[in-house]
Nanobody, 122 residues
């Protein structure tokens, strides 16, 4: 069984910074794409930042220029640093990873963390 455990989040001030961490654990072969999604009040879940195993990165336009995603493959971990926080960044942030669990089949399944609340006050 695969688990994604997030840490970080909480109550932040506008203009401040956010650091999130996520570690994949359990019985798996390897991870591929990893990233962060968020779901604000009354909104649909949206991608914030995604990083491939090869290091290719995509950011949502709303966070581009003030966010950095990184990963440590030796720790099966992904990180998100976000600066210049805005009230619109208030959301539940979810860690995401494509994970291969079957050594006989080269396919990857999507796994999600339980989510961590980030609230940005003005």
């Amino acid at each position: 069984q695969v688990q994604l455990v997030e840490s970080g989040g909480g109550l932040m001030q506008a203009g401040g910074s956010l650091s999130l961490s996520c570690t994949v654990s359990g019985n798996f072969i390897r991870t591929d794409r990893m990233g962060w999604y968020r779901q604000g009040p009354g909104k649909q879940r949206e991608a914030v930042a995604v990083i491939t195993r090869g290091g290719n990165i995509d950011y949502a336009d709303s966070v581009k220029g003030r966010s950095t995603i990184s990963r440590d493959q030796s720790k099966n971990a992904v990180y998100l640093q976000m600066n210049s926080l805005k009230p619109d960044d208030t959301a539940v942030y979810f860690c995401y990873a494509l994970v291969r669990t079957d050594p006989q089949i080269n396919t990857y399944d999507a796994h999600w963390g339980q989510g961590t609340q980030v609230t940005v006050s003005s």
